[in-house]
């Protein structure tokens, strides 16, 4: 047990904030957060003082304590360069929103909105502003309602109008898709009983005609998302099996991808599948439409009334940051700008991974064809053709350098290399990417990086890439 007097040695509280290496976690992050991290590396360092280790300098509890700060950041929602080659990454936000976009609906979240209030009378209106209307004109159907995300569309469609009836879902489409979400089961909580049809491979329309009945509330046709089925496979289009059922029992398709337009393959546009004689649509909005985190039941008025009258769409209605960036990405997809999820020209890919050599210090990198993904369940088994950056190291060790970068680089290991893949990339600053693999490089090439560790100030060395 140390003497008292020991303690002393250990550097004071309030000098170590003072430190000019905690500058940028103080800038970050709460003080509060800043000074409990301080005092649990203090609380280690007693500890280890009782051991017979010596106590560490201000600066090095400084540095330790920034570090703690990094680690902490990190754990938040933060900006990261994808270099995956998947433009849609569910882990990754899935569809970036357009600057333009955000700008646009700046002034109704840093302000107040008319959110839920008429102004030609002065008493509260709907929820929703423009977005219902600009959706429904999108896909060429009487009405649409806006909810939280695709799931909750589904689900809200199927409790407003299959709740104790029967649903008919051919057996290929009884599906589980990202993250446990799993069709019988959205079903089974709707109170709605699925009457699965066909075989896995084979669906015909004879078949949904012979197990339709009195207690039959809809057909529900399901995009299989991230899977597909070859081979002897085969089911009805959307037009046949509407025209087959028409007047009977609603038709309803969970189209998931957003894809609003033609040009996608493996997907059809929203507005086919309003032709084709759909009833009802559900889909997301932060895939192929490329706007946040929502979605849409759009179809026949009387069934998205149902749905807006139900009391669970209180629970799935979004708030007006979600509905004004929608309402801004809507008004655009309208007039023909394409999303993020737009596969690029190689051409472009080409030049921009040319700007980012040319930003580099001398290394050992090549530009190499690689194939990009759509990615967020949309166009299943589907690529592009793209190109990536690959480097002369251990992939392994490199994929970790990215990652603890500023901000953080995140690419796939193929093939036993680090493929930095520019599909997503190329709407990047090429002179922040090349500054973010140098300075992994850099501490690669000084071992001044651990698994997973962040960098901090004063930490990057200078040595050229080899």
Request: aromatic share 4%; net charge neutral; charged share 20%.
């Amino acid at each position: 047990m140390p003497e008292p007097q020991a303690y002393r040695s250990l550097p004071q509280a309030g000098r170590v904030l003072e430190s000019p290496l905690l500058s940028p976690a103080l800038a970050a992050l709460p003080r509060i957060i800043v000074v409990e991290e301080l005092r649990a590396e203090l609380d280690t360092a007693r500890k280890a003082l009782a051991k017979g280790v010596p106590a560490p300098s201000l600066e090095e509890t400084a540095r330790r304590v920034a570090r703690r700060c990094a680690t902490l950041l990190r754990q938040g929602i933060i900006k990261v360069l994808n270099g995956t080659g998947v433009l849609l990454h569910t882990n990754l936000g899935r569809s970036p929103l357009d600057a333009a976009d955000w700008r646009r609906a700046e002034a109704a979240n840093t302000g107040y909105s008319s959110l839920e209030f008429d102004l030609a009378s002065g008493e509260r209106g709907p929820r929703g502003g423009l977005a219902p209307e600009f959706a429904s004109r999108l896909v060429g159907t009487e009405a649409a309602l806006i909810v939280n995300n695709n799931a909750a569309a589904l689900l809200l469609l199927l409790t407003a109008c299959a709740r104790g009836r029967e649903v008919l879902v051919s057996r290929g489409e009884a599906v589980q898709i990202g993250g446990g979400f799993r069709v019988p089961e959205i079903l089974a909580l709707s109170g709605a009983r699925l009457v699965e049809v066909g075989t896995t491979n084979v669906t015909t329309v004879d078949d949904y005609l012979s197990a339709l009945g009195p207690e039959t509330a809809l057909i529900l046709r399901v995009h299989t998302s991230n899977f597909a089925l070859r081979g002897f496979v085969a089911s009805p289009s959307v037009a046949e099996l509407a025209a087959a059922v028409k007047g009977r029992v609603p038709l309803i398709v969970d189209q998931g991808s957003g894809a609003y337009r033609s040009g996608w393959p493996g997907e059809t546009s929203l507005a086919q599948l309003a032709r084709q004689g759909a009833d009802s649509l559900c889909f997301s909005c932060d895939k192929l439409l490329g706007g946040p985190q929502a979605g849409v039941v759009a179809g026949r008025r009387d069934l998205v009334m149902a749905c807006a009258r139900h009391p669970l769409y209180r629970a799935f209605r979004p708030g007006k940051t979600v509905l004004s960036l929608l309402e801004a990405r809507l008004a655009r997809a309208l007039d023909g700008v394409p999303s993020a999820a737009a596969a690029p020209d190689p051409a472009d890919l080409e030049a921009f991974g040319r700007r980012v050599l040319a930003a580099l210090p001398s290394c050992e990198a090549q530009i190499v064809p690689s194939e990009g993904a759509y990615g967020g369940g949309s166009t299943p088994d589907e690529s592009f053709p793209s190109r990536a950056l690959v480097f002369s190291y251990e992939p392994e060790a490199l994929s970790r350098a990215l990652r603890s970068g500023d901000p953080p680089l995140v690419g796939r290991i193929e093939g036993g290399r680090l493929l930095v893949d520019l599909a997503a990339l190329v709407r990047e600053d090429p002179h922040l990417v090349a500054r973010v693999i140098a300075d992994a490089l850099v501490r690669l090439a000084t071992g001044s990086v651990g698994p997973g560790a962040p960098p901090i100030a004063g930490e990057e060395g200078g040595a050229p890439c080899r």
